[in-house]
């Protein structure tokens, strides 16, 4: 499917790796490639502020994940979910929920960190699951579009097609299927 992929979908793809290795993450997620598309301002003409979208995906990684759809379905259960958020912070300090960025650590790595060499660029990190289904949707979507390659117009109307927090960031920003395919597409 790679071969598929404009250069600048290429390049999108490559920064969301980089975006992980840095972010120190064990896997590419849908995150990823997000900030990859903001940073290589794919985005730029629909006005994305980066700081707000940054803020956002923060605010749900504290929420253990959850999306605003599911704090609304807590609600209409009694549950307050941003109460239980406090609380748990309130004892387990700021960030208890977001979930520790896992990591495959073998002897190779030991003995890096302890001779203080940084890992390897080449690194292979994986891509999580949400992350995959994003690039397949693209690849529908391209499709639907009788489109013959996969650009960043593809991987951005994925990623706001797919339920969870970067679609909700990004739908506070104003940014939906419809604002992406008016303001981007040729």
Do not use: C, W
Request: charged share 25%; no cysteine.
């Amino acid at each position: 499917m790679f071969e598929r992929f404009t250069r600048d979908a290429r390049d999108a793809v490559a920064g969301a790796v980089s975006q992980a290795r840095a972010a120190g993450a064990g896997a590419v997620t849908e995150e990823h490639l997000l900030l990859s598309l903001l940073d290589g301002g794919a985005m730029a003409p629909l006005g994305v502020d980066r700081e707000a979208v940054t803020a956002g995906l923060e605010a749900a990684r504290r929420r253990g994940g959850m999306s605003k759809a599911d704090e609304e379905a807590l609600a209409g259960l009694g549950i307050d979910l941003s109460e239980i958020v406090s609380r748990i912070e309130e004892t387990h300090g700021e960030g208890a929920l977001v979930a520790p960025a896992p990591r495959r650590r073998g002897v190779a790595a030991t003995l890096r960190e302890a001779l203080g060499r940084p890992e390897p660029e080449n690194r292979h990190i994986r891509f999580a699951q949400g992350a995959k289904e994003a690039l397949e949707q693209s690849l529908r979507v391209a499709l639907g579009r009788k489109d013959r390659h996969i650009g960043t117009l593809h991987l951005l109307l994925a990623l706001v097609s797919r339920p969870g927090p970067v679609s909700e960031v990004l739908a506070d920003q104003g940014v939906t299927y419809a604002a992406v395919e008016t303001g981007l597409a040729a």
